[in-house]
């Protein structure tokens, strides 16, 4: 019979248990784990280690012509860091993320804003319809980004707008979102509206551990309903909006499909409005898999590291005490 | 991007059930009638669904050893996919019957270096076409020349200030492409090994500026053709005319068919009184690709469908100008195109049209990064309100910079 | 009103209960319809003729429904019907698959303590880092290799890894799978594998649902993946083939209707599992796991 020691007990449940926990004195070391672990590394590796290593090895490679005069073929050598220089040197490149950087600074905030907002609102116990009105908000979440931006693009389209409709039933004109500089919140609220309900959830999950006494004893002293949620409850739930702030962060860097499928409906966006599109582009339309594997890694390399940033910044604040 | 064939590929591979694509619903007619009369050889077609990402994807396909016997590729990309190495050289397999098919600037589409590399399928001649109904209504003769052009844009404007005479999308690479060699422009040259990119030049500038102007004064509607805003103008007649190509019709057709009987085809305006020239735009060519393994049944195969009776019947039928000369003869003997029942001349105009086109431009080993860098800088251009001229100085500095980065040499 | 005590009533004071309990439902009631707005518009959308769509207020329904839904499974015979298929195959073999895979290792990242476990944990969750793209094109060139490409395999295999939902199963069987209950099995002689079915999966499942919807979802909307794997249009699943549509739309005006009526038809599969699977799933174990 084990001891059942109440305190490794307590030890053992935890995700990052001490390494020296032992069972019925015996230290178990097997092959076990790496069996269950078997297929996720297997896939990991052929799926996401082998082909950034390749993608890696690409980047230092270059399609030149090599003999062959006036149509030679194009071929694959070595040429080292030419392709790094070229998308660092790359204006458009540069620029993509320069538009990046606002459609960012509109999506992330609101995202969370208002995912935080309708979170705290769910939470709060007088308010009337939450089933409704979390499922609703939710439902975005279900709809493909192509398929959103196709419904956000039409409703945006002068011709079949139905706000435009408004606008000029009433004298004015059709309203530009999809003409710089409304398009940049345009395209950012299609976003936005795919993932407030997403990140809504994480958060209002993580309210709904907060056990209840904690509000009583301020509601005691006469906190405002506004006070509890700004002082108690949102450091509370730091880690969560932690979570939200990394998921927004990454997939700001990473937006791609909305751009693109909003471009045959918007002159404005170029060929290479966000970084990722520009490599679509090179890869593909410019046939030139080399620089868009050099241009992936670095923006790979830039999503790592903004990150690790954000994990530092917020670690402090939001692990500091509970560690 | 457009050109009427969006550059899709179309893919068979005889004798072997693996999946093929194509482009739009004419090449699984070529591969039916195919595939009935030669049983010995059977060809699969898929649809790979088309669109301007689709030689793209035939490069990425070959790279992965995953390409087709057969492609159907605009004119324009086929330099690239030779020096991406997709497209086999053919003139070995080129039967003299097959040859003599086509005229030899027809052939000059498809022949780089004196090697074939494609049988040619549709061509382009550039044309105008515009609505008869409302030029008469409005009380707009046709012009005949560039600058008449204009003045008749001036008079649209006049008579019904929501109409305009055209759209002018500064992102039409194909067609800006054939203005400019309309003009004289040579964007690009080989002589022996050396290339000259000519994007820049005094004929290329000065179409740049003809429709600089016409923007300024407000003459032409700025946008992406054929998005659904561009479409609702043209069903309430407030876009009038589309300088294009001899497959024009069908298109307009396709989102517009209740202007049938409204369209004809004029030839298309000329820089100076009296010339008849003109280029191509668009149109695309079969070529064998170079994972191919039985090349030569699959030129037999391209040679067939775009050479032979039944071919050019499917060709007519789906609104393709044919490349052969077999199939411009038969032509002018089918009935106009759905759009101007009206226009029984419509054919022979066409004939006309095809003997006087300029042979063909020299593509260059860069197209697609030529057709992109333009887009690129006309669309910023436009938005900006920046001379669209300094975008063909910018196009023509990314052209040669890639070209000369890859190996290539280039003339100053 | 506000003499109840203090541990059974959350409210205190007077004028703010009125006021408290409008704002917020107002206001998520706002935040409700404007959700609801994009998925309404494309209902009535679909409802009108390819005529109707451009010359009418859109929010007034039409009269093409049932001329869209006929256009629309007859496009390219049938192709529609065969990417809700191909959606299905890929997001429901995908999803089982990936709950599996994520479940076992999640266990055994947290329920076992051996050499090089924090570097295969850290190395899984970096995956989440790198942009889809990047790993498209390699991944496929490599499947090519393999001769898979272009194939349902190559869109199902890189489907089934997901770093998140090995993390979500990791968090999950720490919390909900108690040590002392795999002890008192391995006590009874259970092999390990045992261990797995019997023990934990039953304790996991709320955990292993939330992982299938989330690998479901992703999987279903998933677009770069299948657009570069494929180029056969009958193995699209339902995101790539309605960007074809409309990216082929600028040569035909009804092609927009198409598309419309083809994503409202989409969105109502997922809509559908995500209300009946929400009793089931528990979002709080991503949120629990970070407290520590």
């Not at chain 1, 209002?204 to 509601?219: E, H, M, N």
């Not at chain 3, 494929?230 to 035909?252: C, F, H, I, M, W």
Request: hydrophobic content about 45%; overall charge negative; aromatic content about 10%.
């Amino acid at each position: 019979m084990t001891t059942q020691n109440p305190a490794r007990r307590a030890a053992e449940s935890l995700p990052n248990r001490p390494r020296t926990v032992r069972t019925t004195g015996r230290r178990r070391v097997s092959v076990v784990p790496y069996l269950f672990l078997a297929p996720a590394i297997l896939l990991l590796v052929v799926f996401l280690l082998v082909p950034i290593g390749y993608a890696v090895y690409l980047s230092f490679q270059g399609l030149r012509v090599v003999g062959g005069g006036a149509f030679g073929k194009r071929q694959q050598i070595f040429v080292g860091f030419d392709n790094y220089i070229a998308a660092v040197t790359d204006p458009e490149f540069v620029a993509s993320f320069g538009r990046l950087a606002v459609y960012g600074l509109i999506a992330v905030p609101f995202t969370l804003g208002f995912a935080l907002l309708f979170a705290l609102l769910l939470d709060h116990p007088r308010t009337r319809g939450t089933r409704f009105s979390r499922t609703a908000i939710f439902i975005p979440y279900a709809v493909p980004g192509v398929v959103a931006t196709l419904m956000w693009g039409f409703m945006y389209l002068p011709s079949t707008s139905p706000f435009s409709y408004l606008t000029e039933a009433f004298g004015g004109g059709p309203i530009p979102f999809l003409d710089l500089p409304w398009l940049f919140p345009s395209v950012a609220n299609i976003s936005i509206w795919g993932g407030v309900g997403f990140n809504m959830i994480i958060i209002y999950t993580a309210l709904r551990g907060v056990p209840a006494d904690i509000y009583d004893s301020a509601r005691i002293d006469g906190a405002s309903d506004w006070q509890i949620a700004w002082r108690i409850k949102i450091p509370l739930i730091s880690p969560a909006l932690v979570l939200t702030g990394l998921f927004s962060l990454i997939g700001t860097l990473q937006v791609y499909g909305e751009p693109t499928t909003l471009a045959p409906m918007a002159p404005a966006i170029s060929q290479t409005w966000v970084p990722l599109m520009t490599i679509y582009r090179d890869a593909f339309t410019r046939d030139d898999l080399p620089l868009a594997s050099a241009s992936s890694v670095i923006l790979a390399g830039g999503t790592v590291v903004a990150s690790l940033v954000l994990l530092k910044i917020t670690r402090k604040r939001a692990f500091g005490d509970s560690r | 991007m457009l050109s009427g064939r969006s550059g899709g590929p179309g893919m068979d591979e005889p004798r072997t059930a693996e999946p093929s694509a194509a482009w739009g619903t004419a090449q699984k007619g070529f591969v039916d009638a195919w595939n009935a009369s030669h049983p010995n050889i059977q060809v699969t077609h898929t649809d790979a669904g088309g669109g301007t990402d689709s030689s793209a994807k035939l490069l990425t396909a070959a790279r992965a050893g995953e390409a087709p016997d057969v492609a159907l590729v605009e004119y324009q990309t086929l330099p690239s996919l030779i020096v991406g190495d997709v497209a086999t050289d053919i003139t070995q397999y080129v039967g003299d019957e097959t040859r003599g098919a086509f005229s030899d600037s027809t052939w000059g589409l498809t022949t780089f270096n004196d090697a074939i590399y494609g049988v040619p399928q549709d061509v382009g001649p550039m044309a105008l076409i515009y609505n008869q109904a409302r030029f008469a209504e409005l009380g707009i003769t046709v012009p005949t020349i560039w600058a008449e052009f204009a003045t008749a844009a001036e008079q649209v404007r006049k008579a019904d200030p929501s109409t305009y005479i055209a759209a002018f999308s500064p992102e039409e690479f194909g067609f800006f492409a054939g203005m400019s060699q309309q003009a004289g422009a040579k964007w690009w040259e080989v002589d022996g090994e050396t290339w000259t990119v000519g994007i820049d030049g005094e004929a290329s500038r000065s179409v740049a500026a003809y429709w600089q102007d016409l923007v300024d004064r407000d003459l032409v509607r700025v946008e992406p053709l054929l998005t659904p805003e561009y479409n609702t103008a043209l069903n309430a007649g407030q876009i009038l005319s589309w300088p294009s190509a001899l497959w024009a019709p069908g298109v307009i057709y396709g989102v517009a068919p209740e202007q049938a009987g409204k369209w004809a085809m004029a030839p298309l305006p000329q820089w100076t009184p009296g010339d008849k020239a003109v280029a191509y735009q668009g149109g695309s060519g079969v070529v064998v690709t170079t994972s191919a393994e039985h090349p030569q049944e699959a030129t037999e195969f391209a040679a067939w469908i775009n050479s032979s009776q039944e071919g050019a019947d499917v060709q007519l039928s789906t609104g393709q100008y044919p490349a052969s000369t077999l199939g411009q003869q038969a032509a002018v003997a089918s009935p106009p195109p759905v759009l101007m029942p009206q226009q029984t001349d419509f054919w022979k105009v066409a004939s006309q049209i095809a003997a006087d086109t300029i042979p063909s431009i020299t593509w260059g080993p860069n197209v697609n990064v030529a057709s992109s860098a333009f887009q690129d800088a006309m669309g910023k251009a436009a938005l900006a309100g920046t001379p669209l001229a300094d975008a063909l100085t910018e196009t023509q500095h990314v052209v040669v910079d890639d070209m000369t980065t890859t190996g290539f040499q280039v003339a100053d | 009103m506000s003499i109840a005590a203090p541990a059974l009533d959350r409210t205190v004071g007077t004028r703010k209960d009125r006021g408290g309990r409008l704002l917020p439902t107002i206001v998520l009631l706002v935040g409700a319809l404007y959700c609801l707005v994009a998925v309404a518009w494309v209902l009535v959308a679909s409802t009108k003729s390819p005529g109707e769509l451009f010359s009418t207020f859109t929010f007034a329904p039409g009269t093409g429904l049932l001329e869209n839904l006929g256009n629309l499974f007859a496009y390219g015979g049938g192709q529609f019907g065969k990417w809700a298929l191909n959606s299905l195959l890929y997001a429901g073999v995908g999803a089982v698959a990936s709950t599996v895979v994520s479940a076992m290792a999640g266990f055994a990242l947290a329920k076992y303590d051996f050499p090089g476990r924090n570097l295969i944990f850290y190395t899984i969750l970096g995956g989440v880092l790198i942009p889809g793209i990047t790993l498209a094109i390699p991944q496929y060139l490599l499947l090519s290799n393999l001769g898979l490409a272009g194939s349902y395999w190559s869109v199902l295999l890189p489907s089934i890894i997901s770093p998140f939902g090995i993390y979500l199963s990791r968090v999950y069987a720490a919390a909900a799978v108690p040590a002392e209950t795999i002890e008192a099995a391995r006590i009874d002689g259970a092999t390990e594998a045992r261990i797995f079915t019997r023990v934990a999966v039953p304790m996991m499942i709320p955990g292993m649902v939330t992982v299938f919807m989330l690998q479901f979802v992703g999987i279903w909307n998933n677009f770069l993946l299948p657009y570069i794997m494929l180029s056969d249009q009958n193995r699209y699943p339902l995101t790539v083939g309605l960007y074809t549509l409309l990216a082929k739309g600028s040569g035909e005006a009804s092609l927009y209707s198409l598309a419309i009526t083809g994503a409202m038809l989409s969105i109502i599969p997922l809509v559908a599992l995500m209300l009946f699977l929400q009793r089931f799933w528990k979002l709080d174990l991503i949120s629990g796991g970070l407290k520590g």
